[in-house]
DNA sequence: CGGTGGGACGATAGCGTCCCACCGGTGCTCTATT
C-alpha cells in the first residue's frame, strides 16, 4: 500500500487514492489477472497508466470505439504520455506500417477486438513484452459479442496467443452473472474481484405510466419544462429521437439536439462537445451516445422507449448527477412498449433458416448485409450449423430473459432501488421520498432542487469558434 | 405493439375508407481498378 501510494504521489503528485484504485492496483502487482467494476468518474485511466510507469512495460488496452481511443490518446499526452497511440482505420498506410515497426517504443496502445483479430496486427503483437492487457468497457464483450462485433469473442484465443499477459478488466456495470461470463468467454480462471457499489443515492428513479402516445408527449413536455436542464432523452428509434427534438424545440424553447447513428462524424462531435459547454440543453438520443461522455450536471435521463435490459438502464441513467447533487432517472412507459425493443433483439439474431441457407449458400452468398457477415465470422471461424443455432437460440433466450426483468422493474411497485441494486448482489433498505416513487411514494421534487425557478437563466456562450475545433479534429485524424 | 405509407375499392369523378405490409439500436473494418 506505501508502495503504490508512494508511486502515486511520485508519478500523479497526489496523496490518495479514488476508492477502488489501489485495490485494483495490489491484485495486479501481485500478478493476479483482475476485474475492476468501479463507478465512472472514479479514475480507472490512472489505474493502467500507474501500473504501465511501474512495471515500465508496454500496456495494451483493447477498446470499443475510436472516438474513445482519440480521447484518451489526447488525455493520456496532455497528461505527459507522449508515447501512446491509437491503432485505427484513421491510420493511412504509410503511419500504420510506422507504428506497427516501432510498437515497443510505446507504453500505451490502444486497438479494437477488429483490428488486433488481423493476424498481420496480431504478429507485431507478439513480439512486444505485454506488461498489462487491459480490456476497457469490459461489459462490451457480454453486449455485443454474440451478435453485434463477434471479433470481442476473438479476445480469448488473442490473450492465448499473446503468451497470457497479465488482464486487467475495467467496467462500472456488470451484474455477477455478466462478470461471470465476461471472465468466462475471455476463458480466465482465479480472476480477482474488485467490486464497488453501483448505488446512485443522489439520482431518485421512477417510471411515469402514459395512456397513450400523446400522453406520452406531453407528459414528457411537461417535464422538460419543469425539470432543470442539462437533461439527457433517450429512444429506441432514431426517427422518434428526431421529431422529438424538433417537437421540443417548438413547445419548450430549450436548445435542443438529435444524436444517434445517422450522424456523420463532425455532428456528433459538435453536438458532443456542445452539450459538454453547457450550450445545448437537452439531447435526444438513442443508445450511440452514452460511453465516454463525461459530463457531471446533467440533472435528468428520461427513457421515452425502456432499454432492453437493466444493465444498460443502470449504464444510460447513471449518466445523470456525476457531480453528487440531485438528479432525476424517468422512465415513460406505455403499454406493450416492450415489444419494439422485442423486436430490435430478436430481428438482430438470424434463426434457424438463415443459417441453414448461409451454411448451404456460404460460397454463392455476396451480399454484405449485417446477418450475412454475422454468420460469415461464425463460418470462417469452424462453427458448424448446429454450434451456430445453438449459440443464437440461446442468446435469443438470454435476451427475452433480460429484458422481462427489465419491464418487471418498470412495472415494479415496491421501492425501485432495492429492485435494482438486488440484481446487482446487494442490499438496500433505505428507502424514503427521495430514493423512487415505488411503495406508494410520492417523490419529493419540490423540495428538491431539481424544478426550475424563474431565476434560472441559460448562459449562451456566442464566440465560441466552431471551425477551429472542428479542424483541429480533422488534423488530429489525418 | 403502434404508426405509417401505399394500393385497392366503391360510388359516381374527386375523394373517403379500409386493409395490409412494413419498420423499429449499437460500430468496427476497407473493398484502392484502368
Redesign the pocket.
Known amino acids: 500500500m506505501d508502495y503504490l501510494r508512494q508511486n502515486l504521489k511520485k508519478w500523479f503528485g497526489f496523496d490518495d487514492f479514488r476508492p477502488g484504485q489501489s485495490e485494483v492496483l495490489a491484485a495486479l502487482n501481485q500478478g493476479k489477472n483482475t476485474f475492476g467494476m468501479l463507478p465512472t468518474g472514479t479514475g480507472k485511466t490512472l489505474i493502467y497508466q500507474l501500473f504501465g510507469l511501474m512495471i515500465k512495460k508496454p500496456v495494451v488496452i483493447i477498446s470499443?470505439?475510436?472516438?474513445?481511443?482519440q480521447d484518451q490518446v489526447d488525455r493520456m499526452r496532455y497528461l505527459g504520455s507522449k508515447n501512446t497511440v491509437a491503432?485505427?482505420?484513421?491510420l493511412?498506410?504509410i503511419e500504420?506500417k510506422r507504428i506497427l515497426k516501432n510498437l515497443s517504443k510505446y507504453s500505451y496502445i490502444y486497438?479494437?477486438p477488429?483490428?488486433i483479430s488481423?493476424s498481420d496486427i496480431l504478429e507485431s503483437f507478439k513480439k512486444l513484452d505485454i506488461g498489462l492487457f487491459v480490456i476497457d468497457e469490459a461489459h462490451c464483450i457480454v453486449?455485443?459479442g454474440t451478435?453485434?462485433?463477434p471479433?470481442y469473442l476473438n479476445l480469448h484465443r488473442i490473450i492465448n496467443y499473446l503468451n497470457n499477459p497479465k488482464v486487467l478488466m475495467l467496467t462500472a456495470t456488470a451484474s455477477k452473472k455478466v462478470r461471470y461470463e465476461i471472465v468466462d468467454k475471455l476463458g480466465l480462471h482465479n480472476v480477482k474481484n474488485i467490486v464497488k457499489s453501483t448505488n446512485r443515492s443522489n439520482i431518485m428513479l421512477s417510471v411515469e405510466y402514459c395512456d397513450?402516445?400523446?400522453d406520452k408527449n406531453n407528459k414528457l413536455l411537461s417535464l422538460v419544462n419543469k425539470l432543470r436542464s442539462p437533461g439527457i432523452i433517450y429512444?429506441?428509434?432514431?426517427?422518434?429521437?428526431n421529431m422529438v427534438t424538433i417537437f421540443l424545440r417548438k413547445e419548450a424553447h430549450l436548445r435542443v439536439e438529435a444524436y444517434?447513428?445517422?450522424l456523420n462524424n463532425e455532428n456528433r462531435y459538435r453536438i458532443q462537445h456542445q452539450f459538454m459547454d453547457n450550450q445545448i440543453d437537452v439531447i435526444c438520443?438513442?443508445?450511440?451516445?452514452g460511453m465516454g461522455i463525461d459530463k457531471n450536471n446533467i440533472r435528468y435521463v428520461i427513457h421515452y422507449h425502456m432499454p432492453?435490459n437493466i444493465e444498460?438502464y443502470v449504464q444510460e441513467m447513471g449518466r445523470a448527477g456525476r457531480d453528487m447533487d440531485e438528479s432525476i432517472s424517468i422512465i415513460l412507459y406505455?403499454?406493450?412498449d416492450e415489444?419494439?425493443q422485442y423486436?430490435?433483439?430478436?430481428?438482430?439474431?438470424p434463426d434457424d433458416d438463415m443459417i441453414s441457407f448461409y451454411y448451404q449458400n456460404y460460397n454463392k452468398l455476396d451480399n454484405?448485409d449485417?446477418q450475412t457477415?454475422l454468420l460469415k465470422y461464425y463460418y470462417d471461424n469452424g462453427y458448424s450449423k448446429d454450434d451456430v443455432t445453438n449459440i443464437f437460440q440461446a442468446r435469443r433466450l438470454e435476451q427475452k430473459d433480460s429484458l422481462a426483468e427489465m419491464l418487471s422493474y418498470v412495472l415494479n411497485n415496491h421501492c425501485r432501488r432495492k429492485k435494482l441494486l438486488t440484481h446487482f448482489d446487494e442490499a438496500f433498505d433505505d428507502h424514503n421520498e427521495y430514493c423512487c416513487d415505488g411503495n406508494h411514494t410520492k417523490l419529493n421534487l419540490q423540495a428538491s432542487n431539481l424544478i426550475r425557478s424563474n431565476n434560472d437563466k441559460i448562459i449562451y456562450k456566442d464566440n465560441y469558434d466552431w471551425h477551429s475545433i472542428i479542424n483541429s479534429l480533422f488534423n488530429k485524424l489525418h
Open positions: 470499443p470505439l475510436i472516438s474513445l481511443m491503432i485505427t482505420s484513421n493511412n498506410f500504420k486497438i479494437s477488429e483490428m488481423q453486449q455485443w451478435d453485434f462485433r471479433e397513450d402516445s400523446n429512444f429506441s428509434s432514431k426517427k422518434m429521437a444517434h447513428s445517422d438520443a438513442t443508445s450511440a451516445f432492453s444498460s406505455q403499454k406493450n415489444i419494439l423486436n430490435l433483439l430478436m430481428d438482430n439474431i454484405n449485417e457477415k
